[in-house]
DNA sequence: AGGCATCCCGTTTTT
DNA sequence: CGGGATGCCT
């Protein structure tokens, strides 16, 4: 331990109270309070040096740091330093002596809050954070739980943690073997309603009636209980159980519930806006006391920023957080240190319009003059939008007369649908702009990474029959679906996983003798890698399991352009393997971690959706497609009315809080939506918007004829936005009224003759190995805006497709007979010259 | 077993 | 329109 924290308790976490230097009370919780009180006044008294934390706090965030005892609920607006309360709390119960680190309990709901915490608490009390075993997400901690109880649900506690995938795959095989028409009862839906039920705690025997009626004509419940019983043969639980086995449990068994009960002496729950009922009972379990005592929990969150509703997240939690936690103390950080009074301004009148709220006023003293207002733009197509707003990032990111820029890694486009997504993308790559997307197909999704991790879980957990079917006859080893069949059949008669059904049936003579000899030798396979399981370390296993099992060359003999990806892809798969302990370590890392780092040093503009936003800030933030119908979102006002429409409402609101100074917000009159162009009408949003704090602003001219760039000199040239000229003040603007008459007499006639970007998407579309490019980096830069610098036959490489000649030109896009991957047409800033 | 045609569907997403 | 899944045909 370092000597500025010999103050803080610093143990394990089972260690009995061996004497720390100011030992964590062990008695009843009456002598808590009482410490408390004591502490926290000597604390203030002594000319505080150790509580030099609470400096700087406003006295709000002081109270939500202080207020130790009995239930609080902290209503953190956006920005607010929410995260800073949390942090600084924990830190001060910490260098009270309340507790010792490992009797906190502390959630979060992804794995990167969670880090962050770790590390901003790190920052206050030092090694100290190390010893928080029990700072993670609702399911991180609920896996550990259920490891160390796994056998009173009914589980070993090396059973496997299936994901959305493998659960869609479990949940078909068994409506199938139901003999219920897929087609007509999908499995994805029916997951979907587990995974419901699920949200809700309930077991197959607590759904409502109703619920079960509705799928597959009453057979619901059947097919839940079904479900439940057969990942009890497989030894594996999906994300669901990861909470409701442990309330089971805790009810069930109220010596284990007494038990962290008492170990949890405080609670603290981060965006408790998004808990679902599962999660709330879960905490209320764990935060109940016997009668003099109080929980100490406190939960931090936004009611205005639920955007989660649509997946479970109830709430009302928050909402009746009083009447569930009596004599709660309620405090509310409304104090916003992140924007301008003119984006605050907007976000508050339009939050205005939903019921239902606990009532919060975001206010700053930060107002300026100088600040601009939120601009509102209107365009004609989608199109336009992506163009301007590439213009509009190109002028900013230019440096000014100071000689100052506008970082890109300080900008970002929040969409509402990923499908938005593609256009700014499409702009990005021909511009050359670097943009980065968050949130798509993730390293972990991709089918390589799938199918290796397939193996890995059977040999660490042979009981997993969905990975097992999934590389049995990868690569090709001649086992068809009637082999699989025999099997699956023979498995589940014995009621024994399908490797063991494996062994069994090679040593009979029932398979024809060509799959006989190949299960043999995926049998004799595994058995090898199960014996090598405790001697080898994870990353050589690995690679011995991909090379032994053919899945190397599998890629290395496979033609296909994207084939040297995938094998990198092994590669870092294997490398990350070597950081931890063992295989299986590993695949718990990535059952409940499926987020890959993006590269910091790259400065790029950030592409992602409105949820994904939640909790990030940037300096200028775009906001396209505030149309009816897409913003709010068709399917929530169909599906969630009034309420659907106020979450929508509070995702528009997340949106404009994230802006510190600049906040652009587009609507246009023509949308592409399956393929169809569609006249759109602006958002209701938009007239929810105070006309003090907004400017609509108007693009003079059309922005059609794109071209020429390159001829106006320097790398970005002239941008037609530098004729943009911002109208003050109101809607009674021409290009308002233009935009509001427009809806109507859109057609989309005016589209043919625009020149779109297909070609890029040609490129585009097959880059990467499911389509996404995670990073701008993997992105060509701009072309050189010189069509003629090719000729025919010219020898060209493109960062994709390799190596190719050159057998047309047509203006800068190329048609280029690959040597791998077959003909393509790319754009000329795609390849360099070999 | 693999390749091509056809059909269907099409928010938001974490763990 | 375009991706994914399914199904039929070779």
């Not at 639980?237 to 309330?247: A, E, Q, R, T």
Request: aromatic share 8%; hydrophobic share 35%; glycine share 8%.
């Amino acid at each position: 331990m370092s000597d500025s924290s010999d103050d803080i308790p610093f143990f394990g976490d089972d260690l009995p109270a061996a004497t720390p230097a100011r030992p964590a009370p062990r008695s009843a919780g009456g002598g808590i309070a009482a410490r408390a009180l004591a502490a926290s006044n000597a604390a203030r008294q002594a000319s505080q040096p150790q509580a030099q934390y609470l400096s700087g706090l406003n006295p709000e965030q002081s109270d939500a740091v202080e207020s130790i005892e009995g239930p609080v609920l902290v209503l953190a607006g956006a920005g607010t330093g929410k995260t800073r309360v949390l942090t600084t709390r924990i830190a001060h119960i910490l260098n009270l002596g309340l507790a010792f680190p490992s009797q906190i309990l502390a959630v979060t709901f992804t794995n990167k809050a969670a880090r962050e915490m770790k590390e901003r608490i790190g920052v206050l009390v030092g090694n100290t954070v190390e010893g928080m075993p029990w700072l993670g997400t609702f399911h991180s901690i609920g896996v550990k739980l259920l490891r160390r109880h796994a056998e009173l649900a009914g589980l070993r506690s090396d059973f496997t943690i299936l994901d959305t995938d493998d659960v869609v795959r479990l949940v078909k095989q068994l409506i199938q073997a139901e003999g219920i028409d897929d087609k007509r009862w999908p499995a994805r839906q029916f997951a979907q309603m587990i995974d419901g039920w699920k949200n809700k705690g309930y077991a197959p025997a607590d759904i409502p009636e109703g619920d079960s009626r509705g799928f597959a004509n009453g057979k619901g419940r059947a097919l839940f209980a079904a479900y439940q019983a057969r990942l009890q043969t497989l030894n594996a639980c999906d994300f669901g159980d990861l909470l409701c086995h442990p309330i089971r449990i805790f009810r069930a068994h109220a010596d284990v519930l007494k038990e962290y009960q008492r170990k949890f002496r405080f609670i603290l729950v981060d965006e408790y806006q998004d808990t679902n009922s599962a999660q709330y009972m879960w905490l209320r379990l764990l935060a109940q006391r016997p009668a003099p005592e109080r929980p100490n929990i406190c939960c931090v969150g936004d009611d205005d920023q639920s955007i989660y509703g649509w997946r479970g997240a109830d709430v009302e939690n928050i909402l009746r957080f009083e009447k569930d936690f009596p004599g709660a103390k309620v405090i509310k950080l409304e104090r916003n240190y992140r924007s301008t009074e003119h984006i605050l301004g907007a976000a508050a009148h339009l939050i205005a319009h939903n019921e239902g709220r606990l009532g919060k006023t975001l206010f700053t003293e930060q107002s300026d003059p100088e600040h601009a207002k939120v601009q509102v733009h209107a365009g004609w197509d989608s199109e336009e939008e992506a163009r301007a707003i590439g213009e509009t990032i190109e002028q900013l990111q230019r440096p000014d007369r100071n000689g100052k820029r506008h970082d890109l890694n300080d900008m970002a486009i929040l969409v509402r649908a990923s499908f938005q997504m593609r256009e700014f993308e499409e702009r990005f790559v021909t511009l050359g702009l670097n943009y980065r997307v968050i949130g798509g197909p993730r390293f972990y999704e991709r089918q390589e990474i799938r199918d290796a991790m397939a193996f890995f879980r059977v040999v660490s957990q042979p009981a997993d029959d969905l990975a097992f079917e999934r590389i049995v006859n990868v690569p090709k080893r001649g086992l068809g679906d009637a082999t699989i069949r025999q099997l699956h059949d023979h498995a589940r008669g014995r009621g024994v996983p399908m490797l063991d059904a494996a062994r069994d049936l090679v040593a009979t003579d029932e398979l024809k003798p060509k799959a006989r000899k190949s299960l043999t030798d995926v049998v004799e396979m595994f058995t090898r890698w199960q014996a090598m399981m405790e001697t080898t370390p994870g990353h050589e296993l690995a690679e011995t399991i991909l090379d032994e099992s053919g899945y190397t060359e599998m890629w290395q003999n496979d033609r296909a352009a994207d084939a040297p990806t995938r094998l990198e892809n092994l590669k870092e798969l294997v490398q990350t393997i070597s950081t931890f302990e063992s295989l299986r370590a590993f695949l718990e890392h990535v059952a409940l971690v499926m987020d890959t780092e993006n590269n910091p040093d790259l400065d790029a503009v950030s592409i992602m959706t409105l949820h994904s936003a939640k909790g990030l800030e940037f300096e200028t933030v775009f906001l396209p497609g505030w149309e009816e119908g897409l913003f709010p979102h068709q399917r929530a006002l169909d599906e969630g009315g009034r309420s659907g429409l106020e979450e929508e409402r509070r995702l528009a609101y997340v949106g404009l809080t994230r802006a510190k100074r600049n906040c652009h917000i587009w609507f246009v009159s023509n949308r592409r939506i399956h393929g169809l162009w569609q006249s759109t009408l602006p958002s209701r949003f938009l007239d929810e918007l105070p006309e003090a704090h907004i400017e609509v602003a108007e693009a003079d001219g059309s922005y059609g004829g794109y071209g020429g760039r390159g001829q106006s000199g320097g790398p970005y040239g002239a941008s037609r936005f530098d004729r943009a000229e911002p109208f003050s003040g109101n809607y009674e603007t021409p290009g308002w009224k233009r935009a509001q008459a427009n809806k109507s007499d859109a057609t989309r006639d005016n589209w043919g003759t625009r020149s779109g970007p297909s070609v890029e998407r040609i490129a585009y579309g097959e880059s990467g190995p499911r389509g996404r490019t995670i990073d701008g980096e993997l992105v060509a830069r701009s072309a050189t805006d010189t069509p003629s610098a090719f000729s025919l036959g010219d020898r060209v490489f493109h960062m994709k497709f390799g190596n190719g000649n050159i057998s047309a030109i047509d203006g800068n896009k190329l048609t280029i007979d690959f040597d791998r991957a077959g003909q393509k047409r790319v754009l000329d800033g795609f390849v360099s010259r070999v």
